[in-house]
């Protein structure tokens, strides 16, 4: 029977794995995270010392690693082969939400020079309409002088003003 486009598919037997690559980068992160603090340096040297002092130091029958310490070795490159991955893998991921965050930054950044811009077209519309605009100390300078031509005795509106 043909597959139908419309509807899901079974779920049928997988040869991988399934994982959930978010649950597993946010994993690799707190991982990462933890690698890069003091505290685990201390725990990694507690560890490594105790390891060497205990297959140094201990009864023979009880020692598991004698001196060239071959099976530290090998833990610690286990260690170091997981760990660069996952550190790898966080680095990425950090750079993609640095990528996505600058892009962000620079549209709000231009929003915010369209609006000074914007801001800054209206303010030179308003200085120019402001100087067209006559002032208070105008129109009182224009007003005392025509009331000093009005006062004036020598001129018509000065008359006019008396015939009345």
Known sequence: MAERLDQPRQPGLRLRPHYDPEAFGRLSERIARFLGTARFLVYMTVFV????????????????????FIFL???????????????????????????VQSELDRAAAERAQADLEYLAREMAALRMAVGEVATRDYIHSELQRLQEDLQEPGTPAGQAGNDR
């Open 49 to 68: 010392g105790v390891w060497v002092v205990w297959n140094a130091f201990a009864p023979e029958p009880w020692r598991f690693d004698p001196y060239p």
């Open 73 to 99: 070795t090998l833990m610690l490159s286990l260690q170091a082969s997981y760990a660069a991955p996952l550190i790898l893998l966080a680095q990425n991921r950090q750079a993609d939400r640095d990528r």
